[in-house]
């Protein structure tokens, strides 16, 4: 009921009505404008890569940040070593509030990754018209339990084969296809006078496993079945693929050096022209041609070798991109993540670094060809490639295989007692 001082038509009434319309329409004015500011505030995409990458992404940030006022993006430095960003990365999802978006990550490390539940699946987001832009090694080492967890970048590495093409052109050899014929030509070539026939890495490291994983492929064995869980290291062919390694370093092919020797020491001595034939990354490729190389516009590139009627294949390497499930802004790490390994910017990492991309396209661009003519190659050897097993205990199953090569590699087991021993070892790890 209206007092008799306040009918509808009152003048207080209508003051006091008034004040409160006023009162609510600029709390909802304040209300909206907090909410346009909070609109206007970019959302941050942080990731962690190491300190000799930032240069790589930098540029592409900044293009990404202008075409994406309202996404910016925090790239944090760290350490040089990848096996320690990649304990920084553990660190941080174990710690359970991890503050990266997006995770740069080798191939190793996503069947870990994925197993423990720190990154989204990436599955639903790509269609198989993507899939098939990629070459096929890069696109399959982003997969775990046939899930995509990790989205190809531009850096895609597999083994290759470097050899004197000087040398084996002036004495008429043809680039090696099988161990026999490598071992010959090793033989021939130190008989006049280069002082080593093949250098490969031999130290206790995950270059020494992928090295090896490549050797046994080209004996027609294995290693782990992901799907099965089953050990081939003790099998006829596992032993045959350690005595072939071992026997280099007896009949003197390979330096002694060798048990101690990564792939960066082997690149030095063939790149002072100490050695016919190297296993290594595609890296190594413009350091041996700089112009102060002694060995420059001397060196070809070859597929790996195998046993004869096996197939040669190289261990699939390379680095992409995931999503953290911590993440409160995935549809924009995606958006980083398709612009990242686009066309444009692949292209663009390619001309000023060199790394290999991972869109087979860019295997046939004139441009990047002139540039990098041994890519028409790389295209080819990436057509066949070995996956190490994508096992959530691939750390330690690797770990076991480089302590038991190395023991052969030094002679203080023989090549059937470290197998077996290396097989039984990872039986026990994988065990239910």
């Not at 500011?37 to 995409?45: F, N, Q, W, Y």
């Not at 240069?55 to 592409?60: A, D, S």
């Not at 549809?331 to 398709?338: F, L, M, R």
């Amino acid at each position: 009921m209206w007092g008799k001082n306040d009918s509808p038509q009152s003048p207080t009434l209508l003051r006091q009505i008034g004040r409160c319309l006023g009162i609510v329409l600029c709390a909802l004015l304040l209300n909206v404008s907090s909410l346009s500011l909070a609109r206007a505030e970019p959302v941050t995409i942080s990731f962690l890569v190491a300190a000799f990458e930032v240069p790589i992404w930098k540029p592409l940030i900044a293009e990404f940040e202008a075409q994406h006022p309202d996404i910016r993006i925090e790239v944090i430095e760290g350490p040089s070593t990848s096996n320690i960003v990649e304990d920084l990365y553990v660190s941080a999802f174990l710690l359970g509030n991890a503050p990266y978006d997006l995770v740069y990550m080798d191939i190793t490390w996503v069947a870990k990754f994925a197993a423990a539940g720190w990154l989204q699946d990436l599955s639903p987001r790509v269609t198989p018209e993507q899939e098939a832009q990629f070459l096929p090694g890069a696109w399959a080492g982003g997969k775990f339990q046939n899930k995509l967890y990790r989205y190809p970048a531009v850096r895609a590495d597999v083994g290759a084969l470097y050899y004197r093409q000087d040398l084996l052109d002036q004495y008429g050899y043809a680039p090696p296809d099988t161990f026999t014929d490598l071992i010959q030509i090793s033989q021939a070539l130190q008989a006049q006078g280069t002082p080593w026939g093949y250098l490969w890495p031999g130290k206790q490291t995950e270059g020494t496993t992928a090295m090896f994983l490549e050797v046994l492929s080209g004996f027609g064995g294995y290693w782990i079945d992901p799907e099965t869980l089953a050990v081939g290291l003790d099998t006829e062919d596992a032993i045959a693929a350690l005595d072939f390694l071992v026997n280099t370093l007896k009949q003197g092919l390979s330096p002694p050096g060798t048990v101690s020797y990564q792939e960066e020491e082997n690149r030095r001595l063939f790149q002072n022209g100490q050695a016919v034939f190297m296993r290594n990354w595609p890296y190594a490729w413009s350091l041996i041609n700089a112009p102060t190389s002694p060995v420059q516009g001397k060196v070809g590139i070859h597929p790996l070798i195998s046993q004869s009627g096996q197939l040669a294949r190289a261990c699939q390497g390379g680095w992409g991109w995931g999503i953290s499930t911590t993440s409160p802004h995935p549809e924009e790490a995606w958006q980083v993540i398709q612009f990242f390994s686009s066309e444009t910017a692949q292209r663009q990492v390619v001309h000023q670094f060199g790394y290999l991309p991972t869109l087979k396209s860019l295997y046939s661009d004139p441009d990047i060809l002139a540039q990098y003519p041994h890519f028409a190659l790389l295209r080819e050897i990436q057509e066949q490639t070995v996956l190490r097993p994508a096992i959530a205990q691939y750390d330690q199953a690797s770990d076991i295989l480089q302590r038991y090569l190395n023991a052969a590699f030094t002679q203080q087991l023989s090549p059937q007692a470290a197998m077996a021993a290396a097989a039984r070892e990872t039986r026990q790890l994988l065990a239910p």
